[in-house]
């Protein structure tokens, strides 16, 4: 395991922004996405009757409403030992392939970085 202090200043901050969402919110998930100029989206777990979004989905669309057209990372908080494959799938629609997501457990300790690809 990589804690999140091998991480840069840039990335810490988003691990730090997605477990606040998860926290804030009380939501099984938090993630925070960062555009290609720096801004951040963070979102946490959507669960309606009619609309259910992992919170790294509700970052990336967050994202994509507020005009980005670039991501240069993500990252979500979770119980979760890896990023699933729809969570990746959305940033690599936005990021491309080799956008870095980060999953951090509820103890904002990095678990694993993998590219969106």
Do not use: H
Request: zero cysteines; charged letters at 20%; aromatic letters at 0%.
């Amino acid at each position: 395991m990589t804690e999140s202090t091998d991480l840069g200043p840039e990335d810490r901050k988003i691990v730090t922004l997605a477990r606040s969402a998860r926290a804030r919110n009380g939501v099984p998930e938090g993630a925070a996405v960062r555009d290609e100029t720096g801004r951040t989206y963070v979102a946490g777990t959507v669960q309606l009757e009619s609309l259910k979004l992992s919170a790294l989905q509700t970052a990336v669309a967050m994202a994509v409403a507020s005009g980005a057209t670039s991501l240069e990372a993500a990252a979500v908080v979770s119980e979760a030992q890896t990023p699933s494959d729809t969570d990746r799938a959305a940033v690599r629609d936005l990021g491309g392939p080799d956008t870095p997501v980060l999953l951090a457990g509820p103890d904002g300790a990095l678990r694993v970085s993998v590219t969106a690809g």
